[in-house]
């Protein structure tokens, strides 16, 4: 037998918190076989197996939040004998049969003429050599053990135990019958729910395992989740039917004040981190102008030679590009240790992504060498890998400069805070019909607001304003590209 530990995943992540196990005790895996779903800061990752085997213990619950190099996973051999009878796993003969009576003491381990002595089996054998996988490095010691989030974000099947010492536990005569049985099963079977709905529970306070299920073959739902989060008695009204929480109140005290408490775990506590490093670090001031954009707009809406269109967000990305040649402070970054300025020689450019698990940069690889609806499609690629949660740590690193979005929430403007490492942000407010005026008459426009954050001691008020009016009069009127 041997653990798996939590790997290092890179870029600096020192801890995993389990989001759903893809495995039980007693399973037999393969080499690369999903084994559970770990978020980290940066993203859901899936650790592969190292080994073929099976699983002989858990060591973590779903929930739980564990230390690189912290035992995961306990393995046994598949070779390996089995305990009961002294039969090996992998189906070759026995020494002795069921139908063979038991030899006495004095000629047990005494080998015979017609069978020789069974080599012994120890831990010293000479292990095999095996395939290293991609961030399976060695572990140093000393990194501490597991931080546990509270209780109730803790379902408890068989955790570091096999599945017969639990149920055993349970069997011992402890608890009345019909409590034994249901706590059995609690510890053959994990709620049953989607990684979207377990992160939902987490966030609203919600234990899986006092969640009736309303889904199909008693999978727990969103609605089941948030009913559950509210006190109902159930998703659909009815006492008792889904949604319901086992033995939770479905009322309060007229001086009860409800509240709950989410742990800032993940991704959510890493932008925490980044923004009040970037809010008390880098002096930070904004600028921001409105701007006619509705010949851009009906530039877009006609097809090129091919049928492609692309996108306002992408066309906004590409008038980016040659504004930043012409004001290199607004792709550079503070270096406060060396007090230095570094100008980035190309732009790479993020695109902030609302997720459920948080705000995501996501880094749009060679945006300068891409025409508009190529650029459309790959930010459309990137964010949906973002909302699935699947980017690299790659992925979400790297960039130089970032757009965000904030018009599709419907609000006309914001003022964002910079992504560490980088001067400039632009952020794009909601497109709007609005009367504008327009070649000396007042007539009907759509317009849009932009609004530029910028590290002060990079840009100066008059280079980020000229940034920003170079990326505006792009907008405005595509064709002065060609007079620049």
């Known amino acids: 037998m041997s653990d798996f530990t939590l790997p290092d995943l890179g870029e600096g992540l020192t801890e995993a918190t389990i989001v759903a196990w893809q495995v039980a005790v007693g399973d037999e895996v393969t080499l690369n076989q999903a084994l559970v779903e770990v978020e980290t800061a940066k993203a859901l990752v899936e650790l592969p197996s190292p080994r073929s085997g099976r699983i002989s213990a858990l060591h973590a619950a779903e929930g739980e939040t564990l230390a690189v190099g912290s035992p995961l996973i306990g393995f046994e051999e598949v070779g390996a004998v089995a305990s009961a009878g002294g039969v090996p796993a992998d189906g070759s003969p026995a020494a002795s049969s069921a139908g063979t009576p038991a030899a006495d003491d004095s000629t047990a381990d005494a080998p015979t003429a017609d069978a020789p002595a069974a080599a012994p089996v120890t831990k010293s054998a000479a292990p095999q050599r095996q395939q290293v996988l991609v961030g399976y490095g060695p572990v140093l010691p000393g990194t501490g053990r597991p931080r546990r989030r509270p209780r109730s974000f803790v379902t408890e099947p068989y955790v570091g135990r096999s599945a017969e010492a639990a149920v055993g536990e349970i069997s011992a005569g402890e608890v009345s019958a019909g409590e034994s049985t249901a706590r059995e099963t609690s510890a053959r079977e994990t709620p049953r729910a989607m990684p979207p709905v377990r992160r939902r529970a987490r966030d609203l306070g919600v234990d899986l395992a006092a969640v009736h299920g309303s889904g199909p073959a008693g999978r727990i739902l969103r609605a089941d989740v948030e009913a559950c989060a509210q006190g109902a008695t159930g998703a659909h009204g009815g006492a008792g039917t889904s949604g319901a929480c086992r033995g939770a109140s479905t009322g309060m005290g007229t001086n009860t004040r409800a509240s709950t408490r989410v742990p800032v775990t993940g991704l959510r506590r890493e932008t925490a981190r980044a923004m009040t490093d970037s809010a008390f670090t880098a002096p930070q001031a904004s600028v921001h102008t409105t701007i006619d954009v509705t010949d851009t707009l009906d530039r877009l809406r006609r097809p090129g030679r091919d049928g492609s269109k692309a996108s306002f967000l992408a066309a906004v990305c ?114 709007r019909t609005q009367p504008w005026e327009h070649r000396g008459a007042i007539a009907l426009r759509t317009v849009v607001t932009l609004t530029l954050s910028f590290d002060h001691r990079v840009l100066d008020g008059a280079e980020a304003s000229r940034f920003l009016m170079d990326v505006a009069d792009v907008l405005s009127d595509p064709a002065i590209l060609l007079t620049r």
């Not at 993020?350 to 499609?377: K, M």
């Open 318 to 431: 590409r008038a980016i590009l040659p504004a930043a040649a012409r004001t290199p402070s607004a792709n550079a970054r503070y270096d406060t240790e060396a007090g230095e300025i570094e100008h980035f020689a190309r732009v790479a450019l993020g695109i902030a992504v609302a997720t459920e698990r948080g705000l995501v940069v996501a880094t749009v690889p060679d945006a300068e060498e891409a025409d508009g609806a190529t650029l459309t499609e790959q930010i459309a690629a990137i964010a949906a890998t973002a909302r699935e949660g699947r980017l690299t740590p790659a992925e979400l690193t790297g960039s130089t400069l970032t757009v965000t979005n904030v018009g599709v929430f419907g609000v006309d403007g914001g003022v964002p805070i910079l992504n560490p490492g980088q001067s400039t942000i632009l952020a794009i407010g909601t497109l």
